[in-house]
């Protein structure tokens, strides 16, 4: 079941370790012509053989949808050489990043815990199901260097982001812009007779996700390669987690299959089981009232963690009544953190709360996998004056397509635009507003800020339009000022 899922992991990380080398061809070439002390020039299409009216025609050619998701929204650089971390700003005995510099990883790239991996029983052989997982490759992914040794250690969160501005740093060696051009990472699509090999083209769109000028700035850089680290870092650790559960059904069955054993031996040396099972009867019936609900919710429990298998360590889980409604707004999940036969330890998105859910409760539950719900759908409600004209509604929705068409790392596309409601007597009428983001709903703060910023460009675009609708002032019968109650409803009524 983790095959596809460890593939296509493995075809992100080669697509990374080439363009960490491709860095490392920039830096050789600067070192050895000695270009440091001349002017930069931009690195293009042709300088490597390639036709650049060929080049352009296969980039608009290029689908500008993904089918992936785990990129947190770009944030807009201040400066022009804008960094991640301040890789000289270490503690001066251990030589670690400071707490300073640690924060500032979790405010750009977002808040991150190191998954827990399931320790090996070093006595249990190797299964055929642990072979089949294709272990040497997990085996790679817990190096120091899973990207490869051109792209630098990548162990822990810290030297990742540490690494991958190295390698940004080298592909800027031969560009005289602030930021690196996706012409200079495409030049690895580009084949010996100087054509494109477009699936890989499309690969490192789909990646690296550039603008739609097509420069990728360095935060936006390492927020992609981020995205490959925590994919094979939950893979890990639910591969290791299964592994787990695997071994502790295994000694469930062993106990089953070794009284089967012990009672036909019994019955082959001339003993009868069945006598000395009805010999214990009694005292097997009077705690059977006693735990017979338990074992029901136990059974449960495991048929729900063996059979149904409705998430993994580091799934977003939202939990409801079967017979109630999910919320059209998406459900705050609970992040898994830990999963054995018995019960499930989570984590609550909103509060960082830790909780223990006993398998058998969650059973008879509705359970919303957030993490296997890519590319969520927004939307935001909007009240405007019921005389405002069709052409400016017009001109707000194409300023509302271009707000999302400029932000291709965030959105994926501009889904409606309609009425909802009309209320002619208070003098206005709902729109809602939908959109397409490319996070799956397991990133549930960036999709709440993504909504927060449609929300805020919406409002400010009316405003500006002169479409900002306020609702009515409701008039005041002096009269009633300083009447008794019974006079007020006296007057009121007639």
């Not at 990472?185 to 494109?196: E, M, N, Q, S, W």
Request: charge should be neutral; aromatic fraction near 10%; hydrophobic fraction near 45%.
């Amino acid at each position: 079941q983790y095959s596809v899922k460890l593939a296509a992991i493995m075809e992100k990380i080669l697509l990374v370790s080439e363009v960490a080398s491709l860095g490392w061809a920039f830096e050789r070439q600067v070192r050895e012509s000695d270009l440091a002390r001349q002017e930069r020039t931009s690195i293009t299409a042709e300088s490597f053989g390639l036709d650049r009216a060929t080049f352009d025609l296969m980039m608009q050619a290029l689908p500008d949808d993904s089918t992936i998701g785990g990129y947190a929204p770009s944030e807009a650089a201040t400066d022009e050489l804008k960094r991640v971390i301040d890789i000289n700003d270490r503690e001066p005995l251990t030589g670690r990043l400071t707490q300073t510099q640690k924060a500032r990883i979790t405010q750009i790239l977002g808040a991150w815990e190191e998954p827990t991996v399931a320790k090996k029983n070093p006595g249990t052989r190797a299964s055929v199901q642990e072979l089949l997982q294709f272990r040497r490759a997990l085996e790679f992914l817990n190096t120091r260097y899973p990207f490869s040794g051109s792209f630098g250690p990548a162990d822990t969160r810290e030297a990742l982001v540490s690494s991958a501005q190295d390698v940004y740093d080298r592909l800027l060696l031969r560009s005289p812009d602030p930021f690196v051009s996706f012409d200079v990472i495409a030049l690895l699509g580009v084949t010996k007779d100087g054509l494109l090999n477009q699936d890989k083209l499309k690969s490192l769109v789909k990646l690296f996700r550039p603008d739609r000028d097509g420069t990728i700035n360095c935060i936006d850089f390492v927020k992609s390669v981020d995205a490959i680290y925590q994919e094979f870092r939950l893979l890990r650790a639910s591969v290791a987690n299964s592994s787990k559960i695997d071994r502790a059904f295994e000694s469930i069955f062993n106990i089953i299959f070794y009284a089967v054993v012990v009672c036909i031996i019994l019955s082959q040396i001339g003993y009868n089981p069945l006598a000395l099972f009805l010999s214990i009867s009694g005292v097997i019936l009077g705690f059977a009232f006693m735990i017979g609900s338990a074992s029901s919710k136990y059974f449960e429990g495991l048929l729900f963690i063996l059979v149904r298998r409705p998430y993994q360590i580091g799934d977003g889980i939202a939990l409801s009544d079967v017979n109630k409604d999910i919320p059209g707004t998406g459900s705050p999940h609970w992040i898994v953190e830990n999963v054995d036969l018995f019960t499930t330890r989570v984590v609550y998105v909103l509060t960082l709360e830790r909780a223990t859910l006993n398998n058998g409760s969650l059973a008879n539950c509705r359970v919303v996998n957030s993490t296997q719900s890519p590319h969520a759908w927004l939307y935001v409600f909007l009240k405007f004056p019921v005389s405002v004209s069709f052409e400016k509604l017009q001109l707000f929705q194409q300023g509302l397509e271009k707000y999302i068409k400029d932000r291709p790392r965030e959105w994926l596309s501009f889904t409606q635009f309609r009425a909802t409601r009309v209320e002619a007597d208070n003098g206005f009428v709902e729109y809602i507003v939908l959109g397409q983001h490319r996070l799956p709903w397991v990133q549930w703060g960036e999709l709440m800020q993504s909504k927060s910023d449609l929300l805020v460009f919406s409002m400010e675009l009316s405003k500006k339009l002169g479409i900002f609708y306020e609702k009515p002032s409701v008039p005041v019968d002096l009269r009633l000022v300083g009447m008794s109650r019974a006079d007020i409803i006296k007057t009121i009524t007639g």
